[in-house]
Structures are given as structure tokens and as C-alpha cells.
């Protein structure tokens, strides 16, 4: 269980996050949904410790995690697919990958989940060789989540996976969320496509200027009409 309590943030003279609180159950899918510049990509990076948070708890597994370093956070199971893909683009798909374990020592365990993620993602396999910087957009959010993976994650942080995607890679990309959420893997997704991502989701969390303004089962809040009429478009 990962339980965000309180959590503040400022930028400046920025209040970029005002006390939120959110928990992610284990095994789940949840995620949060609003404007830009609501706060999301803010919430994710603080718990990961990129960003210092002025307040507030990040428990994992009862255990405070806030201002631990960010190698910790990950070596203890969290892990973040950045928004903008963030792969290193003159390294080959295999180097990448590699680079998702660097924390880890047992290698054959570290090939067996190599293969995982081929098996995920056969177009990486075909590629494996093939630098990173050339691959589509698409090709390299596949590679992202791949890296990503390769961590062994238990909860897998997802900032914008969506975005900039041909509607194709995206709708493989949601189908891919819920394959890595079946294999047992607890899902923080951010997403500006609230539809696509509320689809997916356990529960929802709606972000406003920093704040929490409701939250309730996905699917319930896909036919609430506040979320309809502000981020999904419909009258």
C-alpha cells in the first residue's frame, strides 16, 4: 500500500500541491486525471523524491518514504515511466533495458525479465540492437515501460504514457497497463486522457490547482457529469 497523506509542494511562491492525500491499494490500478497544471506530474515526482515536498507523508508499506534519495525509493519497488519517454537515445534497446536493472545482481533473473518484456514487446526484440534514438514515438514509450520493468517493479508510476501517441499506440499502450497490472504489478497512472484512463482505473482521483476536488471508482466517475462536462468533453 502506498498512502500520500497531507503532501504539499511550492514552488517559489507556487503552491503547486495543497495537502493532498490519495492512497494506491496493492494490486490496483489508480489514477489521476485533470488539467494541465493540476498538480499531477507534480504528485509523482515528490514521491519519488525528485521534487522536495514542503509537508505532508508518503508511506510505503508503513514505512515513511519522504526525502529518502530516489535510488532507495526505487530499489525499495517504485519506480517512475517518466513524462517525455526520458530514454537514452544513442544506447541500443538491450543497453536501455539494462540500464532499468543497473540495482539488480542476479542475472539470469535479469534475462528472464528481458524476455518478459520482449514477450510484451516483440517489436523490441526485433529491434534489439537497433539505438533507441531512432525508434518512432510510439517504439520508444514501449521502451520506456520496458526500462522501467526491468527494475522489477511492485508499484510502476506512469506520467503521460499517452501522450503524443498515434491513436494506435495508444490504445496498445492502455491494453499494455492492464497486462502489467494482471501480472501483479500496482499501477499509478497520470493522464491527461481522462476517458482512456478512467477506463482502466480502479479508482479515480480528479486534480484542480493542486488540489483533490473527488475521487471514486473509475467507471463511476467516466458517468459523473462534473468529470463528463470538465475533462471529458461532453455537455
Known amino acids: 500500500m502506498l498512502s500520500i497523506k497531507n503532501l504539499s509542494v511550492h514552488y517559489g511562491g507556487i503552491h503547486a500541491l495543497r495537502g493532498i492525500s490519495l492512497d494506491v491499494p496493492a494490486g490496483k490500478i489508480v489514477t489521476l486525471v485533470g488539467a494541465n497544471g493540476a498538480g499531477k506530474s507534480t504528485t509523482l515526482n515528490s514521491i519519488m523524491g525528485l521534487v522536495k515536498a514542503g509537508g505532508g507523508s508518503v508511506c510505503w508499506n508503513g514505512e515513511e518514504i519522504l526525502g529518502s534519495p530516489t535510488k532507495a525509493i526505487v530499489e525499495s ?7 517525455g519517454r526520458r530514454i537514452f537515445p544513442n544506447l541500443t534497446v538491450d543497453e536501455n533495458l539494462s540500464l532499468g536493472a543497473y540495482a539488480r545482481t542476479n542475472k539470469d533473473e535479469v534475462e528472464a525479465d528481458r524476455e518478459r518484456v520482449f514477450g510484451l514487446f516483440p517489436r523490441l526484440k526485433e529491434r534489439h540492437k537497433q539505438k533507441a534514438g531512432t525508434f518512432s514515438g510510439g517504439e520508444q514509450q514501449m521502451l520506456a515501460v520496458g526500462r522501467a520493468l526491468m527494475s522489477k517493479p511492485k508499484v510502476l508510476m506512469m506520467d503521460e504514457p499517452s ?37 482502466v482505473a480502479d479508482t479515480g482521483y480528479v486534480m484542480e490547482t493542486g488540489t483533490i476536488i473527488f475521487s471514486g471508482n473509475g467507471k463511476d466517475l467516466l458517468v459523473d457529469d462534473r468529470v463528463r462536462k470538465a475533462y471529458l468533453g461532453e455537455a
Open 77 to 83: 519497488g517504485i519506480v517512475l515511466v517518466p513524462e
Open 163 to 199: 501522450l503524443g501517441l498515434a491513436p494506435l499506440f495508444v490504445g496498445m499502450i492502455f491494453d499494455i497497463i492492464r497486462q502489467i497490472n494482471a501480472a501483479g504489478v500496482t499501477v499509478l497512472l497520470v493522464e491527461q486522457n481522462a476517458k482512456a484512463a478512467l477506463e
